[in-house]
């Protein structure tokens, strides 16, 4: 039985109320709640992905070479999914604090903390789809190796940094969003965060993306992502319900 | 004035105490020094002119606003220490009806009642009791204001709340909409209620007691019977 049920006064009988609702159904509910808005307003996916696209026409012409590999091609790679993580990161939160969510969300008897995994989920969402329109463009205008010997590793990599993406991106979104500099706040407290993310990704990556293929992703690289990850994620756990009060 | 001042006061349990209420924006005074007391299943009216912190009292009592001095009690419980004892017991319908502009007005309450553990069945007897059934399916970007405040009002009262916090619920709604949505709201839901107006005429009369705010004071707390019309037309000069 719910608080909500046991607390309701015996005048008005909540005959509605059936039961708590679970950590799990919360996020369910606010997920859901989030693919659906994105998919009928397209504000966010499309244009994260079409900056990618353009940011690597822009390089495949300034640079004016056949391709790039190694490192160079991990760095404008990793660079340019940061960038365009940033726009996906600006609008998160933007619809609930614009049409009410936020209170709507506060005044309901559940752990905030749902409502990090429920946009972190969703962040993630949006950068698998990013990486699957970004990554055969870079392939196609900028990679000088074929990306086939790198696909079995590559989604681990970039995987592992969407992760560290979506966790501090949510936290630095509920924390701009309130603010009335929140365009630009969120990149100016996300950049920094996020380097990290970067470097890993790069590094990790970079191996990967060289003419000759000659060794897997840098484990020590990825072992520095996946605990930057738990790090971050264990902090937004910890300050995501202060973040939101008032 | 104190705390007694309530038409609550006595051997009825108090749904609201508040003593000495203050909460500042910055240097200023949104609300200061407010004290009443509320009765379970009563109704507090709440007038002044705008800005005198009528919302701001709404949202300190829906645990969306701290006090910064004072004590506060709602339900029984102190906030801001138990807030989260109240959340879920209160229901709040404010400026902003809290709805997804792209979601249906079924999905809206679909998504919040998933938030507050309540059935599905909840969903069609609100969208029915609200006239809302035909076109619960339809973006809410596309209904008129009224039709949203009465998607907004079905959302506030969807968990059956024991305190309806209420920010002229009457705004944009035609006469068939108030008398559709005054089961759920008004004062035969049975509910304890804060009522914030701009229409003194007609919602004193359903009161239990009267709160005219002034620039964040406590200009008046009476029982409607014994409020004056200079008192009610001083609030508004």
Not at chain 1, 52 to 75: I, P, Q, R, Y
Not at chain 1, 118 to 131: D, F, G, P, Q
Not at chain 1, 208 to 221: D, E, M, N, S, V
Request: glycine share 10%; proline share 6%; aromatic share 4%.
């Amino acid at each position: 039985m719910s608080a909500v049920t046991e607390s309701a006064p015996a005048s008005t009988p909540p005959q509605a109320v059936v039961r708590g609702p679970s950590f799990a159904s919360v996020v369910a509910a606010l997920l859901r709640k989030e693919l659906l808005v994105e998919l009928r307003t397209l504000e966010s996916v499309p244009g994260m992905s079409l900056f990618a696209v353009t940011v690597f026409v822009v390089f495949h012409f300034a640079l004016n070479k056949d391709g790039v590999n190694g490192d160079e091609a991990a760095g404008i790679l990793w660079v340019t999914l940061l960038l365009a993580a940033l726009l996906g990161i600006n609008r998160l939160f933007v619809a609930d604090a614009d049409e009410g969510g936020f209170d709507g969300f506060l005044l309901a008897p559940v752990d905030r903390g749902a409502l990090l995994v429920a946009k972190a989920l969703a962040l993630l969402a949006y950068l698998v789809v990013l990486e699957l329109v970004a990554v055969p463009a870079f392939a196609l205008l900028l990679l000088e190796p074929s990306l086939g010997p790198a696909l079995p590793d590559l989604p681990g990599v970039l995987l592992l940094g969407d992760v560290g993406v979506a966790l501090i991106g949510t936290l630095v979104a509920a924390l701009a969003v309130r603010t009335r500099a929140r365009d630009l706040l969120g990149p100016l407290l996300a950049l920094p965060l996020l380097l990290p993310v970067v470097i890993g990704g790069a590094r990790a990556s970079a191996p990967l993306l060289t003419i000759t293929h000659a060794a897997g992703p840098q484990l020590r690289w990825l072992v520095t992502l996946a605990l930057y990850d738990l790090v971050f994620g264990l902090i937004a756990y910890a300050v995501f319900d202060f973040l939101l009060e008032d | 004035m104190t705390a007694d001042s309530g038409a609550g006061s006595g051997a009825m349990t108090a749904a609201l105490e508040l003593e000495g209420l203050t909460r500042r924006y910055g240097e200023r005074e949104a609300l200061a020094d407010v004290w009443l007391s509320l009765g379970a299943g009563q109704t507090l009216v709440v007038l002044g002119p705008n800005g005198a912190g009528k919302t701001t009292l709404l949202r300190i009592l829906a645990t969306l606003l701290r006090p910064h001095a004072g004590q506060v009690r709602v339900l029984g419980e102190m906030l801001p220490d138990a807030a989260w004892a109240v959340r879920g017991r209160i229901g709040l319908l404010g400026h902003e009806p809290l709805l997804y502009r792209e979601l249906s007005a079924r999905e809206n309450l679909r998504f919040h009642a998933r938030l507050h553990g309540v059935a599905r069945e909840r969903i069609e007897e609100l969208l029915a009791a609200v006239g809302m059934a035909r076109r619960a399916d339809e973006p809410l970007r596309t209904l008129s204001r009224g039709m949203t405040q009465r998607v907004a009002i079905a959302r506030a009262v969807l968990h059956d709340p024991e305190l309806l916090l209420l920010d002229e619920p009457r705004a944009n709604l035609d006469p068939a909409g108030s008398e559709l949505v005054e089961p759920l709201i008004g004062a035969s839901s049975g509910r304890t209620r804060v009522l914030c107006s701009h229409d003194p005429a007609l919602d004193v009369a359903g009161a239990d007691l009267v709160l005219g705010l002034r620039a964040g004071r406590q200009a008046l707390l009476e029982r409607p019977e014994a409020l004056g019309e200079s008192a009610v037309g001083e609030l508004y000069r």
